[in-house]
């Protein structure tokens, strides 16, 4: 059974930093590009970063450049979104999404909010 568990949300000050953990479970965990996507209330859900294997290579939205880091432990079969610099306009909802050969898995998502 596929299983993609995220973690390590919540409420975090503007400027505050969160760490997302995201567990997969019941597939070749590193056979499979691995990203995080969020949706904001009334918004579509958008790319936030991916990271490849092999090789690691990562890609980033504008929005997330400069502050976020995506990083994968394929030994622990689980994803990482370290986010700093946090902004209001970054609160949303947080999913996991592993992709391979036009095959997809996504997690349940982890709630971020930014607010005073």
């Known amino acids: 059974q596929v299983q993609l568990v995220e973690s390590g949300g919540g409420l975090v000050q503007p400027g505050g930093s969160l760490r997302l953990s995201c567990a997969a479970s019941?597939?070749?965990?590193?056979?499979?590009?691995m990203s995080w996507y969020r949706q904001a209330p009334g918004k579509e859900r958008e790319l936030v970063a991916t990271i490849r294997n092999p090789g690691g290579s990562t890609k980033y939205a504008d929005s997330a450049k400069g502050r976020f880091t995506i990083s994968r432990d394929n030994a622990k079969n689980t994803v990482y979104l370290q986010m700093n610099s946090l902004k209001p306009e970054d609160t949303a909802v947080y999913y996991c999404?592993?992709?391979?050969?036009?095959?997809?898995?996504w997690g349940q998502g982890t709630q971020v909010t930014v607010s005073p």
């Open positions: 019941g597939f070749t965990f590193s056979n499979y590009a």
């Open positions: 999404n592993a992709e391979h050969l036009n095959t997809y898995y």
